[in-house]
């Protein structure tokens, strides 16, 4: 996208030091998970108006690798100037460092939370051909399949990956875990009949869903999402109990990003996403805007972390 790179003088002076010193810089937004799915769509609503707002230019550069985690640690080392951004979802941020043994990094030390963005329902979903056609049936046929059942996440570590893991276990399902770089592949595979089933964020599964290419056993969420009521929780499909918040995106800079920065970019964050077009595209993503400021947002990701900390303490991960 070019836009005019020279920022205004009173912007400058209504953001800061950090903002005046940088104004000839590009912001960067790093996606840390492959072109296609919520993540990447969440930052390109933000990054199709921010640039204009601040009149700066604006790249967004996807950085996938290891659920999530790799491009959040590029971001943790950039300069805390606010010229580099990046969204994070649950994976990284909350479960990472609750695993019970090797925990990966604390990223939520390392980064600044700026805002929520939007949640994502979670949904496993079955190729219509090689897969079972409910939860009650997917859970019987792994338990009958010498070597279990393989499904596709978007990753090991991520909530796609650890929400499946938890079901495993309150089920006592044989399913095996194959991580992809993202949901979008983790898709691709599915519809080629490359693997039975996935755990995937509902952007990029919804679409087949729609037509009829992929069936939806169910969602991970405590209670089906808005966005599409249709589709039962997996709860609803056998297994009581079953089930916790939506996943989310939100976005973030390098800690140490001085505070004003971070409101004034909050602040047009909650802007962008009362437009009636950033609206029309959460919806299009399957998704819901869901702003929350940066102390807001922060306090969520403590509660989120505390719960996830418990519910992870009894599972034994091995891949």
């Known amino acids: 996208m070019l836009l005019r790179r020279a920022l205004p003088l009173a912007l400058a002076l209504a953001c800061g030091p950090a903002l005046a010193q940088t104004s000839q810089k590009p ?16 930052a390109r609503i933000v990054a199709n108006e921010l640039g204009p707002r601040l009149n700066r230019q604006l790249v967004v550069e996807n950085k996938a690798g290891a659920g999530g985690t790799l491009g ?19 994976g990284a941020l909350l479960l990472n460092p609750n695993l019970p043994s090797n925990p990966g990094p604390d990223l939520l030390r390392e980064l600044a939370p700026v805002a929520k963005l939007i949640d994502v329902a979670i949904v496993l979903v079955a190729n219509p051909a090689t897969g079972p056609k409910t939860i009650r049936e997917m859970i019987e046929r792994s338990k009958a399949t010498p070597g279990g059942l393989a499904y596709g996440s ?3 570590n991520t909530s796609q990956h650890l929400s499946v893991e938890l079901l495993r276990q309150a089920t006592g399902a044989n399913l095996v875990h194959v991580p992809y770089r993202g949901s979008a592949p983790a898709v691709v595979d599915l519809l080629a009949g490359q693997i039975p089933l996935a755990s995937v964020d509902l952007t990029s599964a919804y679409p087949h869903i729609q ?22 929780t997996i ?12 996943g989310f995106i939100g976005l973030f800079a390098p800690a140490g990003t001085p505070a004003p920065v971070v409101k004034k970019l909050s602040r047009e964050v909650a802007a962008i996403l009362a437009t009636p077009g950033a609206q029309t595209t959460a919806r299009a993503l399957t998704s819901a805007t869901a702003y929350e400021n940066d102390e807001a947002f922060a306090r969520f990701l403590t509660a989120e972390s505390t719960k996830w900390k418990q519910a992870l303490s009894s599972l034994n991960l091995s891949n």
């Open 211 to 232: 037509a009829g290419r992929l069936i939806a056993l169910g969602l991970a969420d405590s209670k089906r999402f808005p966005v599409t009521p249709e589709i039962p």
């Open 72 to 90: 959040l640690q590029q971001l943790a080392k950039s300069a805390p100037d606010g010229d580099t951004l990046g969204v994070g979802a649950t």
């Open 235 to 246: 709860a609803e499909g056998g297994v009581p109990g079953f089930g916790r918040a939506s």
């Open 154 to 156: 978007t990753g090991t």
């Open 27 to 42: 912001i960067q937004i790093i996606v840390p998970f492959a072109p296609g799915a919520s993540a990447d769509g969440a």
